[in-house]
């Protein structure tokens, strides 16, 4: 039996022992496992997964549903936390709420569990309101639709602002031979709110991992989200996530994905605007290596006048690593006085690593700022001898020299704390220790 045979099959079994008493719910459960049905995963005939195959990934027998729950330590992660700071903290061990590791709250704004927000009357209005708004309806998205159970529920009500940051985590057990994991967040601010957020998929073996997340963002009039992405998974591991955002009037919402680990991932992240004076931000780095895969597809869509994105993707891929990156920008007719910026830079290590790059921009408006470009290339072999006569072994030579193509994205990282810890990812990615102390 096939994966997709295996959910299908498991569909009943699940909702039996999930339903939320909410029919709003359990109506698009059944739709979306319909849709799923119909339209099953995505494969490379679907042009926006021309570079990314899911084939091996799939051929895995995993658990749909963890037999028991498990408890891992606080000092056994703690490293995988941001540390240093007061934070919000929805944790998850292998789909299940870790209690013991997580410091939720309702004072003012909600951060709690997804389970919470879909069963109790009180976030009725917002479930209704917000939930399954944006996503698509078909593959990915529609499976993990009819299969929502957990993840995290945030709101940032009125003119409210988190004094935190809110850490969402996930981790994966090696007590499954294999798991299937589909974590589902909603994330909803309110008019003049502000909020940040940091996400982190980690898993804690070797095993194979596949987790397909959803994450549903609202940004309401004058919001202001920083939304930051760490994956740095074990080779076993595999994420899709998808991500997508509604803006409204006046709000402002930057993504940063660092993509460090894992066998295959796949970030899909799509901004809609629908209001004047948006501004929409999208930066990443990606640092992989050995057989590694890494898909950046990104779209902002461009509806009204008076707007602006920016897309800034570094990649540094080494030994036999694949690297996507397929952005497209849409302005719409209506959406004159636009600004829209993508680049996307590469550096190849070696031969045998491969990028794939495909900026795109689509624009109906006659009066726009629109640019897009690439770059691939290997490191400077001047900047690399001018090091090396100064001292610097040719190890730490060549990390200074990549970590500085990079160093652009981490200088718009809001939280010092955050960019601590990036900054030591980095320094572990390229083995050396030499001015990242930081």
């Known amino acids: 039996m096939d994966l997709k045979e295996k959910l299908l099959s498991s569909y009943i079994a699940f909702e039996n022992q999930n339903s939320v008493g909410n029919s709003f719910v359990n109506e698009l459960r059944v739709e979306a496992i319909k849709n799923f049905e119909a339209t099953g995963f995505p494969s490379k005939k679907n042009e926006n997964w021309k570079y990314t195959s899911l084939k091996k990934i799939l051929n895995v027998d995993y658990s749909l549903f963890p037999e028991s729950e498990h408890t891992i330590e606080y000092r056994d992660v703690q490293s995988y936390f941001l540390r240093d700071i007061d934070t919000y903290k929805i944790v998850f061990i292998d789909g299940k709420y870790a209690s013991h590791l997580s410091q939720t709250t309702h004072e003012g704004i909600d951060v709690c569990l997804m389970s919470s927000a879909l069963t109790q009357t009180k976030y009725r209005a917002v479930i209704e309101n917000y939930f399954n708004k944006i996503a698509p309806k078909e593959n990915l998205t529609a499976l993990n639709t009819a299969f929502c159970s957990e ?99 006046e709000s402002n919402v930057a993504v940063h994905t660092f993509s460090f680990g894992g066998k295959l991932t796949r970030n899909n992240l799509n901004f809609h605007q629908n209001g004047q004076r948006i501004e929409s931000i999208l930066k990443g780095i990606s640092i992989i290596g050995q057989k590694q895969h890494i898909d950046h597809n990104t779209l902002v869509h461009h509806m009204s006048p008076n707007c602006e994105s920016h897309q800034d993707y570094k990649g540094i891929f080494s030994d036999s690593a694949v690297g996507v990156f397929n952005g497209k920008v849409v302005v719409e007719k209506e959406a004159q006085k636009t600004n829209a910026f993508q680049t996307n830079n590469n550096l190849l290590v070696n031969d045998k690593a491969t990028i794939n790059t495909k900026p795109q921009l689509e624009i109906f408006a006659d009066d726009v700022k629109c640019s897009h470009g690439c770059t691939i290339g290997q490191l400077d072999e001047n900047a690399m001898f001018y090091l090396q006569t100064r001292g610097i072994p040719q190890k730490e030579a060549k990390a200074l020299l990549m970590y500085a193509f990079a160093n652009n994205v981490l200088e718009s990282v809001k939280i010092p704390q955050l960019k601590k810890s990036v900054n030591k990812i980095i320094a572990e990615k390229l083995g050396v220790n030499i001015g990242f102390d930081l």
């Open 151 to 249: 993840g995290a529920y945030i709101h940032i009500k009125k003119n409210k602002v988190s004094k935190r940051p809110i850490q969402i985590i996930h981790f994966s057990t090696f007590r499954e031979s294999a798991l299937l994991l589909q974590p589902r967040n909603l994330i909803v601010v309110d008019e003049n709110a502000h909020v940040q957020v940091i996400e982190r998929h980690q898993s804690l073996t070797e095993n194979p991992t596949l987790t397909n997340s959803l994450t549903e963002i609202f940004a309401n009039k004058r919001a202001n989200i920083d939304y930051y992405k760490i994956q740095n998974d074990k080779s076993g591991a595999s994420l899709i996530d998808n991500t997508f955002i509604d803006q409204q009037q």
